[in-house]
């Protein structure tokens, strides 16, 4: 075996030994974990750097952690250069400009050691059920006008030194959030995870020596980087332009205009502008250039090479770029803690614009999801509670298929159990059901919308909502009709008063917050939609007779 070459078997080895780490941390993080959105929503991610913090494997987990990770990872060793660190050490930090946007999203990076020689590191993310700030969940939009309002904000430290965790520090967070018990559990499951992936990755290392694996890891590198660039390559070159809105950053503003120009150079290379949309809002829901980068660079893998591995070679073809002070790229303190709904609708302006490059490739808009934090203090326990919550409706569709319905858009996440969350909050989930006639009619029919009613059985708590299509339909291709917009009703068997998706609300006992998210776009003309399918909709209640008659003209046979 040469220093410049490793033979396939053990190639192939060592790089389903290094997948089998990333997502073994992720398995590891997932079954410790205390909160419901680690544990049950899957709101975390996994990944493998070597000695220079480049991305070699992830697990497959949360696209917008994953994406954001390598800046992440970066900004660690920036603030901790190599020689500084020592085995056992691991860094935390939530920046949002460093990592993925907001602070809930804590990064823990641990150097690998062996010898007392740095390998390389592992790193994990988590979505903190709270960090502080304005509102349960550190999530308010309305508001709140910079960053200073969202909470407990952490550079780089180090949290654990030669293998102990730092008390001073870990008090420190734990005394600035509404759920201290949670966040610790939360933490110490990231920290557990980083171990176990430590573990495997020094064996691998003992193993097959660490010249083997440098050189194996620049294969994996370099490999990577040649199928994206091929598949890149493909689409026909141009400049292929997309403009959307989103419904504005809270009650009384105006749309966010989100607008992209994606260039194909016909050689192997693309990149993204964002510039021609909004200015940075005076609303906790901009997005830091590290989180647009990262659901860009996810479109991107998703249209041209969905199933290569992602690393450092692989995101090295893309170029993400928006105008400083834009909506997709402003300057701290701008305040970004509502972010997460930003990741569809990054998906679907790229969406719209590959479909006129790809059009067999793309589908029509997502329906939005929700996801909402109600919380207040325990009647019960005289203690703060969080409801996380994360709610999914349909995909768009696409040549060929129907949208599939209540999975994940974009996010990889999980819809969590009702029955978590009645476990573990002062509520009751009264009703979780598709609703009829709302996927967009075409050729193949967009996905339903999701319809959750919550009732409050404490006293008092606070709604911070977080969602959108309120105003702006997902949008169909090719003659493809839009979703339907969603909406949210406060007591809906009551006066049904309709509530802003970005609002914040005081609900009292009995209150009974209604979700009610979008349908997705439908694909192609209406017309050619064939009438057994309409027929099969019909039996499986995503479209009621009068829908079938209204969108399709259908007329139904002799009983």
């Not at 550190?138 to 293998?163: A, M, N, W, Y």
């Not at 691998?204 to 083997?212: A, K, M, Q, S, V």
Request: net charge negative; proline share 6%; glycine share 10%.
């Amino acid at each position: 075996m040469s220093a410049t070459t490793v033979d396939p078997i053990t190639l192939t080895v060592i790089w389903n030994t290094l997948m089998s780490i990333a997502e073994e941390l992720g398995t590891t993080l997932r079954n410790t974990a205390f909160s419901e959105g680690v544990r049950e929503g899957d709101d975390f991610a996994t990944a493998i750097f070597d000695r220079n913090g480049r991305l070699i494997a992830q697990g497959n987990f949360s696209p917008g952690h994953l994406g954001s990770m390598p800046a992440c990872v970066q900004h660690a060793i920036d603030y901790f250069p190599p020689e500084t660190l020592r085995p056992g050490d691991s860094i935390l930090l939530n920046d949002s400009f460093m990592c993925s946007g907001h602070f809930p999203d804590t990064f823990q990076v641990m150097p690998i050691f062996l010898a007392d020689a740095l390998v390389g590191y592992v790193a994990c993310s988590a979505h903190q059920v709270d960090m502080g700030g304005a509102a349960p969940g550190s999530q308010k939009v309305h508001g709140v006008t910079e960053s200073f309002q969202e909470g407990l904000r952490i550079l780089p430290v180090r949290f654990v030194r030669r293998g102990n965790i730092d008390e001073d520090i870990l008090r420190l967070v734990l005394g600035n959030v509404r759920m201290p018990d949670k966040v610790r559990g939360d933490l110490l499951a990231q920290h557990t995870a980083n171990l176990s992936a430590a573990s495997r990755l020094q064996q691998l290392f003992r193993e097959h020596g660490d010249e083997t694996l440098a050189t194996a890891y620049e294969i994996i590198l370099d490999r990577s980087e040649a199928a994206m660039r091929e598949a890149l390559a493909v689409v026909p070159a141009g400049t292929y332009s997309f403009d959307d809105c989103m419904d504005d950053y809270g009650p009384g503003t105006d749309p966010i205009k989100i607008a992209v120009d994606v260039t194909f150079d016909g050689v192997g290379a693309v990149e993204l502008d964002f510039s021609r949309s909004s200015d940075v809002v005076p609303a906790a829901i901009n997005s830091y250039i590290n989180y647009t980068r990262a659901y860009a660079i996810f479109a991107i893998k998703v249209f041209c090479d969905a199933l290569q591995p992602q690393t450092a070679g692989s995101m090295r073809p893309i170029t993400v770029t928006a105008r400083e002070g834009s909506f997709f790229n402003p300057a701290f303190p701008a305040p970004s803690g509502g972010r997460a709904i930003l990741q569809i609708r990054i998906f679907d302006a790229i969406n719209g614009a590959i479909a006129q490059a790809l059009p067999h490739r793309a589908m029509g808009a997502f329906s939005h999801w929700s996801n909402p934090n109600i919380g207040g203090i325990h009647d019960e326990t005289g203690r703060p509670f969080v409801m996380y919550d994360l709610s999914l409706a349909g995909y768009g569709g696409r040549q060929g298929k129907d949208g599939v319905e209540a999975l994940s858009p974009v996010m990889n996440c999980s819809n969590i159990p009702v029955e978590v969350h009645e476990t573990h909050n002062p509520v009751r989930v009264r009703r979780l059901e598709l609703i009829p006639d709302t996927g967009g009619a075409g050729q193949w029919r967009g996905g339903c919308g999701l319809r959750k009613d919550i009732e409050l059985l404490n006293s008092t708590a606070v709604l911070s909502h977080l969602g959108d299509r309120h105003r702006f339909q997902p949008y169909g291709l090719f003659g493809g009709e839009a979703g339907s917009l969603g909406e949210t009703l406060l007591n809906p068997d009551g006066n049904a008063e309709p509530l802003h998706s970005k609002g914040m609300y005081d609900l009292k006992q009995g209150d009974v917050v209604s979700f009610r998210l979008s349908g997705a776009g439908g694909y192609g003309p209406v017309a050619d939609r064939d009438p057994a399918a309409v027929a099969r909709d019909l039996a499986d209640g995503y479209v009621t007779n009068e829908g079938a008659i209204n969108d399709y003209g259908w007329e139904p046979g002799p009983e």
